[in-house]
């Protein structure tokens, strides 16, 4: 009964089935007026059969008297295949069967004519019986006639059934329009029409409205989802100002969040990488967490030691302490294999540690991490859980990784410093040798042969090689100063075309040779280290000239348009390019220029013919100048 219930509980379970009656229905009468239908026809059949049956036996008599009785047996047979028509139309399978005064006329029918054929057969042979077969036959067809009254009794009978059965299927068709209307103005019209007018409350703005659908179906259901609907927007309205104000909050939160890691970014990005620098990001991380304390270390390659590069309000007695910088023995050394880890020291387990013993029961450790890999540690401490730290964990988090980046961009700016250095210092050893110590060897030598000269007491040699001596002494002088020029030279704010007119200028005082110097720009400037390189190929070449071409002559010419195009040529007595190698053996003066070409991405050609003169061209192609640039950027 529950389950039935619960079946119609649906909409469309009770459209169904009050389709199913109604179809049902429509089939009984509609079956029922086709089987009358079918009835009437078969007993209209009856009907002319009965008829004709009259007429055939009034033939019969007819051929007796007129002695033309061939065809009689024939006639007789005809009559008997039109009763077994009448029977055969009677055991038709019909809803309504025919009523037994029909079969009782049909049999007594086929008894009679039975007798009838006897004395129509006697007649035909026996004249004196004709008169007497008038009088049978008169007989006979009462009983035809009788026949045919009852068909026409049940046929009008069955009329009357069929008006009937089309009466009440009028009165079905009505009944079920009624109720059609009436189930459908009562379980889906009245429904829609109470969500219209709840809908247009609502749009009039009276939150209040509720649906009282009683109707245990989808619309019960639709009805107390529209409920709920409007009491959550009524809520929402009532509490619109207050939710607005949370989310303000929420936002202006999220702003300053952005704002302070805007700023952090920015001013770790663009201030030295410093102790004052470290003491105010500290600073604000403390701010920002809550902390009373807070603390950052360092991890060794190795990844088990710590030292504390930056601290707030931190004793001396936990800076101090051994087990801080052991990452097994440290607390905070946990959260190497952890992500941001929170301690509580108030466990009794904990009261060995020195933190504790200072009143801070709370720690939090973040990583300081740069792809993936550790760098440090930043440690906050609390007297007591603060539920700010938490909101802004994540942020401390990505302040301590601004902080890894600075940190490892430090490195990377001491690591270049100190190739730099590495690499000048390569390059000064080169100018040592070249000019300072073969010019101290040659000395040495004419100190030996000196010495020789003086125990053989020959005092004419003795003044030669003094003579050597003291030239010798001006040489390395002179390459001293030149050398010293050379460390000493820093780019002014000056244009580069007026730094090339100042080392040319000072090359003629030093050597009273002719230089013609040319410049060419029209392309995009030079880096810095570009004019610095190339400044010192021009200071090495002129030394080199200076020292070993005996010229008079030098042209120098800078050219600045498709690509950048330094030439130093002199008229001197030049050298075989056949032996440069063994020559840029024992002069470095060669081979420090193409270091320094190599460092801005050129090319150093050298051409050379004895006693014609050497030409060097210096060339650097604009695509690495560029390249250059965003590095240097």
């Known amino acids: 009964m529950s389950m039935l219930k619960k079946y119609f509980n649906s909409i469309s379970n009770k459209l169904k089935f009050a389709i199913i009656i109604w179809l049902v229905g429509a089939l009984f009468f509609v079956g029922l007026t086709l089987n009358i239908i079918w009835k009437l026809e078969d007993r209209g059949i009856a009907i002319n059969e009965a008829g004709s049956l009259r007429k055939q036996a009034y033939y019969m008599v007819a051929m007796v008297q007129a002695k033309q009785t061939t065809k009689l047996p024939q006639e007789i047979q005809l009559f008997e295949n039109k009763l077994k028509h009448l029977s055969l139309l009677e055991t038709q399978t019909y809803w309504f069967h025919s009523n037994d005064q029909y079969l009782f006329q049909l049999n007594q029918v086929k008894d009679e004519f039975s007798k009838y054929k006897i004395k129509i057969l006697q007649a035909e042979s026996n004249l004196n019986t004709q008169p007497n077969l008038v009088a049978d036959t008169i007989l006979f067809i009462q009983h035809i006639d009788n026949l045919v009254k009852s068909i026409e009794k049940q046929n009008t009978l069955n009329i009357k059934i069929m008006r009937i059965a089309q009466i009440l299927l009028m009165l079905m068709a009505i009944i079920s329009a009624f109720l059609s209307l009436f189930l459908l103005n009562r379980l889906v019209i009245q429904p829609l029409s109470l969500l219209s007018i709840g809908f247009e409350k609502i749009k009039k703005g009276e939150l209040d409205t509720r649906l009282n659908i009683q109707t245990n179906d989808e619309f019960h259901q639709v009805s107390n989802g529209f409920n709920q609907m409007v009491t959550s927007l009524q809520d929402l309205y009532q509490h619109l100002e207050d939710k607005v104000t949370q989310k303000t909050i929420d936002l202006k939160s999220s702003n300053d969040k952005l704002t302070t890691l805007y700023e952090m970014t920015d001013f770790l990005h663009k201030n030295p990488y410093n102790e004052q620098t470290l003491n105010l990001f500290l600073e604000k991380i403390t701010t920002l967490a809550h902390a009373k304390t807070s603390s950052i270390r360092l991890l060794n390659q190795q990844g088990s030691q710590m030292w504390t590069i930056q601290s707030i309000n931190i004793p001396d007695i936990l800076l101090q302490n051994p087990a801080c910088a052991e990452t097994t023995a440290c607390l905070c050394g946990q959260a190497l294999n952890q992500a941001d880890l929170k301690i509580n020291l108030l466990q009794q387990d904990h009261q060995k540690y020195v933190c504790k013993k200072l009143g801070m029961d709370h720690l939090m450790v973040y990583h300081i991490r740069l792809r993936e890999q550790t760098l440090g540690l930043l440690t906050l401490y609390f007297e007591k859980p603060s539920t700010q730290t938490d909101s802004n964990s994540s942020l401390i988090q990505l302040l301590c990784n601004q902080l890894a980046t600075a940190i490892e961009n430090n490195r990377l700016i001491?690591?270049?410093?100190?190739?730099?250095?590495?690499?000048?210092?390569?390059?000064?050893?080169?100018?040592?040798?070249?000019?300072?110590?073969?010019?101290?060897?040659?000395?040495?030598?004419?100190?030996?042969?000196?010495?020789?000269?003086?125990?053989?007491?020959?005092?004419?040699?003795?003044?030669?090689?003094?003579?050597?001596?003291?030239?010798?002494?001006?040489?390395?002088?002179?390459?001293i100063r030149e050398l010293l020029n050379n460390f000493r030279f820093k780019l002014a704010q000056?244009?580069?075309?007026?730094?090339?007119?100042?080392?040319?200028?000072?090359?003629?005082?030093?050597?009273?040779?002719q230089v013609n110097f040319t410049y060419q720009s029209s392309g995009v400037d030079l880096t810095p280290q570009q004019q610095l390189q190339l400044i010192f190929?021009?200071?090495?070449?002129?030394?080199?000239?200076?020292?070993?071409?005996?010229?008079?002559?030098?042209?120098?010419?800078?050219?600045n348009d498709q690509e950048i195009f330094l030439k130093i040529q002199d008229n001197g007595i030049g050298f075989d390019t056949t032996l440069s190698k063994e020559y840029q053996g024992h002069h470095i003066g060669l081979s420090i220029m193409q270091e320094r070409i190599h460092q801005i991405g050129g090319q150093l050609k050298i051409n050379s013919i004895l006693n014609q003169g050497t030409c060097i061209e210096a060339t650097i192609n604009h695509n690495n100048q560029l390249e250059e640039n965003h590095a240097h950027y």
């Open 414 to 479: 001491l690591k270049e410093k100190q190739y730099a250095v590495l690499e000048e210092r390569n390059i000064m050893a080169q100018g040592l040798h070249d000019s300072i110590a073969q010019s101290l060897s040659f000395m040495n030598i004419q100190h030996q042969m000196l010495n020789q000269a003086w125990k053989k007491q020959q005092y004419d040699k003795v003044e030669q090689h003094l003579n050597f001596l003291q030239t010798g002494l001006q040489q390395c002088y002179e390459d």
């Open 494 to 513: 000056e244009s580069f075309q007026d730094i090339l007119f100042s080392v040319i200028e000072r090359f003629k005082n030093q050597t009273q040779i």
């Open 537 to 559: 190929i021009l200071q090495e070449a002129l030394s080199n000239i200076r020292k070993h071409a005996s010229a008079s002559l030098v042209t120098v010419h800078f050219n």
